[in-house]
């Protein structure tokens, strides 16, 4: 038999004809990368935004406090350089500051406060002699106490400058810290605040990326495995299909699996037996007629295979591709032939799994262009000469590139020079990675450009304008706040001037009260010392020690004499009294007393006075009445200061009752009368030295309205008080309250009840 004289169709047609190339799986790894870091590049943006608006809180927070500290620190300062300045020597005015340790320095200072250390700070002042001064006081002192997870602190502004800082503190959480100067001085306050590491918000954020990327990320590798499979599939089946072809060169027609003949004469078609098995036809008839032959092909194929077999050698070499009904019914086929001596003769291939492969390269192609397509910001991938392989849609809407430049093939240059034509404005990234554009359309877009292995490069961006919008609302809310601190600077010096001038008002009003005190002291030391002789005098002519005066009269006008002496001479001891107590020098001289038997003695003293006015004087015990720790004399004056009081305001025929009683751990004594009363507006002043009621104005002309100071005074001097309860027209009730026990603090600090 002749051998076959076939003409090989060309590889290359044999291998591209209507086969579709699918995505490199490199390209679709670049995609990937490029989705996460765009992702990591978002969530870092998000990050800082939130580390931003930490920042900006605790800066805020450090002014504040720098503010109150501050405020605090030009008090002290003030009045320590006020006292200075008033004349009054360094340790008085360190104790009017409530500062210690002053000491000379020089020479001068150009700051008003220093830290000393860790506990302590100085202060500097000068005093009217241009003379420099420091003193140490308490950082406490300054600061408020912490508040929450914030704590304060003061430091050298030499050593911590101003600023806002984030510290590891471990590696679950770490520190934020902000200092603010304070102005003057060279000292800053610190507001320190331990956060998480990774917050709610972070850990949210890493979940929802973590999900955005897994999810690309398993149909990209879904994809590449696939494509692997399929490529290697089709390797394989390339390979099959060029060996049958190398053996149908080299066999004979009549010996070849899958080969095929056409009779030009007869019309007629002869199948081998694996080309029958192949279709699925019976192996008994290997010679059919064309027309038969074409009967087995789908409807589709049918028309145009049979116009190539028929016109037989004369249609030259040809390829085709069809299915066939029956058995083999879902399969897919490839007719390769050519002329031979007595027609056409070729091969049938089974191209069912390339025909498969070519689908699922078409699809994966599809998913991995929407992924691309639904990348949030413009993305574009070059080649390694800076040509444009593919993009989505989005860079060429963000960028109003036309569709006739944004094309497959374009240089990276061209690309870019229609991109700037929509830049409003360019600057480098914060992060240092990449550039900020923000367009025409008033839209901010951070964009990068990263390089691939092979060579090319993929260029990505995403929209930043909600980001752009946040930062200048803080820039707004910051400069707001710079308002704000320069209007409270404002008023601090307002109030810094007004300080001084209330130190130097108090410091007059200080001066004036040591002279009263001194005037008062010397003008009873003078008034007392001729009272005496004057009321010696007058007792010795009532009790006619030198013989009898003679008229009855003289008798009566000494014992005027005496009385009016008394009276004034007790007046003086009131004034000397209380200016002891104004002045700090009034001691008491506890003992332990019987409280019944001093308020009796008072009330035996001063009974004679009552009777004088026809007023009822009654004493009595509530209950049983233990003896107390106190002065006697102090007890006694007070006693005899309320019941004067009550006879001055009662009119004749009243009555006075003095009660006695205990109230827990405090004694009452109180003295109630149903004289005028004391009107409401009155009482609140009448504690006062020199006050008087309004009630009579007549009856005040016997008294200096020192009564029911002093007695106020020695009730607080025993850690007491005093209570007054008046109704106009109906009466007055006064109770001093004395503990049983001195108390163990200063007097105040566990005031009596009222009773």
Known sequence: MAKAKIKKAPAK???????????????????????????????????????DAHAAQQARESMAIASIARAELVRIQTRFETALQLGSDSD????????????????????IAELANGETFRIYAKDS?????????????????????????????????????FEADGLSSRTITACSPLTGSKISACVTRTIPMLTSQDYNRFLIYLLLLAAPALAVIGLIRTARTNSIRLNHE??????????????????????????????????????????????????IPISNFVDMMDQESASPLRSKLERGAAGGEFQMRFQVRGIA?????????????????GIIYDITEAVRTEARSKQIEVLARTAVEAFPGPFAAWDSRNRLLFWNSGFQHIFEIPPGVMRAGASYDAIMAEAHKQIRVERPSPSGNGREFLLLSDLWITFQSRPMANGGKIS?????????????????SEKKLKRLVADLNRSQGQAEVLAMKLAEEKAKAERASQSKSVFLASMSHELRTPLNAINGFSEMLLNEVYGELGDARYKGYAQDILDSGQHLLDMINDILDMAKIEAGKMQISRSLIDPEEAVDSAVRMIRRRAEEKNITL??????????????????????????????????????????LMRQDRFVAVSVEDNGIGIPKQDISRLTTPFEQSSADENRNSQGTGLGLALTRSFAEMHGGKLVIESELN??????????????????????????
Request: no cysteine; hydrophobic share 35%.
């Open 618 to 659: 009654e004493m009595k015990t509530l209950n049983e009445v233990p003896d107390i720790e106190v002065d006697h004399r102090a007890v006694k004056q007070m006693v005899l200061n309320l019941v004067s009081n009550a006879i001055k305001f009662t009119d004749q025929g009243g009555k006075i009752t003095i009660s």
């Open 329 to 345: 019914s879902g399969r897919h086929f490839e007719m390769r032939g050519g002329p031979t001596d007595d027609g056409l003769g």
């Open 730 to 755: 109906v009466g007055t009730r006064v109770t001093f309250i004395l503990p049983i026990s001195p108390p163990a603090k200063k007097p105040k600090t566990k005031p009596a009840p009222d009773s």
């Open 129 to 165: 002699n241009e003379r420099w001064w420091s003193a140490s006081a308490e950082i406490k002192h300054l600061l408020p106490a912490p508040r929450g997870d914030r704590s304060f602190k003061l430091v050298d502004t030499r050593v911590s400058p101003s600023g806002v800082r």
């Open 460 to 476: 990505v961006g995403l929209d930043i304008s909600a980001l752009k919008e946040q930062e200048e609302h803080m820039a707004r």
């Open 13 to 51: 047609d044999a291998q591209t004809r209507d086969v579709h190339t699918p995505i490199p799986s490199r390209v679709l790894t670049v995609l990937l990368i490029a989705f996460g870091g765009a992702l990591g590049l978002k969530a870092w943006e998000e990050r800082r935004a939130s580390d």
């Open 92 to 111: 008085a005015a360190a104790k009017l500051a409530n500062v210690d340790t002053p000491e000379r320095m020089s020479p001068a200072t150009p700051t």
């Open 238 to 287: 390339n390979a099959s299909r060029t060996r049958l072809e190398t053996r149908w060169q080299e066999l004979d027609l009549g010996g070849a699996n899958g080969v095929w003949t056409v009779n030009d004469q007869d019309h007629t078609i002869n199948l081998r037996k694996q080309a029958r098995d192949m279709l699925g036809m019976e192996t008994g008839k290997a010679t």
